[in-house]
């Protein structure tokens, strides 16, 4: 079983990670927003650099291009940057062309065992 953390809180990211515990953190632009007024890229960034493991960041766009220009762009805040983007056909699309091109994705918002199964067949590394 791995732990994963689904927030932006800085501080309570450093304290799980301090047991030696965490696996990772999954988080969003909602979840950066509830925090001090960093921007998502920001913290992101911040965060990479405090976690050893997968760090995921969701994109906002809604159709494939922003989704894969907006991916693009988080992969390249840190090398443990991972992509995240919702179980809808555009979304599926992206995380096909990010994966394509050796990113890192994770689809979130996956309800049934027929979206994780088009999730995987994407190519997404997490679901």
């Known amino acids: 079983m791995k732990l994963w953390l689904d927030t932006a809180n800085i501080d309570e990211i450093r304290e799980i990670n301090s047991w030696g515990v965490l696996a990772g953190i ?4 909602t979840l950066v927003g509830k925090e001090r007024g960093v921007d998502f890229e920001t913290l992101l ?3 990479a650099a405090e976690v050893d493991g997968p760090v995921c960041g969701e994109v906002v766009s809604t159709n494939r291009a922003g989704m894969v220009d907006e991916g693009l762009k988080l992969a390249e805040i840190a090398p443990n940057i991972v992509v995240k983007a919702p179980v809808t056909p555009d979304g599926f699309a992206a995380v096909k062309e990010l994966t ?5 994705t994770n689809m979130t918002l996956c309800f049934s065992a027929t979206q994780a199964i088009l999730a995987a067949a994407a190519g997404a590394t997490y679901i």
Request: proline share 8%; net charge positive.
């Open 26 to 29: 999954t988080t969003n632009p």
């Open 45 to 47: 960034k911040e965060i």
């Open 100 to 104: 394509a091109r050796g990113i890192k």
